[in-house]
């Protein structure tokens, strides 16, 4: 409640209204780029609903929201949300599969269809952690993986480089006894520096988010240069101050432009307009 009532302190100034636009399902527009799961991107360029196509391809049913099996839309949202990344059990807990009822074994039966649903995913997974480690264990030479991101060894750590690139960095990076990546870096609980792991699903979450957040940067160049003064930024979302009248549907289109280093990512803007910030 509190968070909310910070939100609508933010009014626009006299005369003018908020135009709030963000990215449509960009997490999961850019790992089925990155991992070339071509039904994925189909639904994307048809304008599709990926939460019902991925239960869809998960139950092998037509799934319709509020039609057809519209009850498994839930169960494919959960797995979309908690399964990108690796995720098992225990992650469509925390997306709260278990209130929904769900029993444990149903949760694991979940995470394996959607697996066997989009295969090129967890092979995105394996293939970003092998290339990482044969980073590591060769310095100096580059490793590509999907879409030219690439991963070298120097001597600080291990850089990845993204599409955009700009560079990502594990401090320390090296394999561990057991043969895992380890680095050191900030724990998130205790804000202590210390040696953390990590493995290719968590890999490619950094990769996605980070791909997320150069997308949303070219953006608010576009906007800016267009005449759309943004006020503020939050996650993939901009608030842009405009006289009233003002369309947020032309905002958004310009967050949707193709961009020039992610060759044939499906990037759609979404958006309101409000005169006190709030979420839709």
Known sequence: VLSQLIRTALVAKPGHTFLVSDYAAIEARVIAWLAGE???MDVFAQGGDIYCSSASQMFKVPVVKHGVNGHLRQKGKVAELACGYGGGVAALKAFGADKMGLSEDEMQSIVTQWR???PTIPKLWRDVENAAKRAIETPGRTFLCQQAVAYIR???GLRCILPSGRVLTYWGAH???DGSICFMGQNQTTR??????TW?????ENIVQAI???CLAVAMVKLEAAGYPIVFHVHDEVVIEAQDGTRWQDAAAIMGEPIDWAPGLLLRGDGYDTKFYMKD
């Open 212 to 214: 997320a957040r150069d």
């Open 38 to 40: 071509q039904w994925r």
């Open 116 to 118: 066997a649903a989009s």
């Open 175 to 177: 394999l561990d006894n």
């Open 200 to 204: 290719g699903g968590k890999l490619v």
């Open 154 to 156: 120097d001597a600080d």
């Open 192 to 197: 202590k520096w210390e040696k953390t792991g």
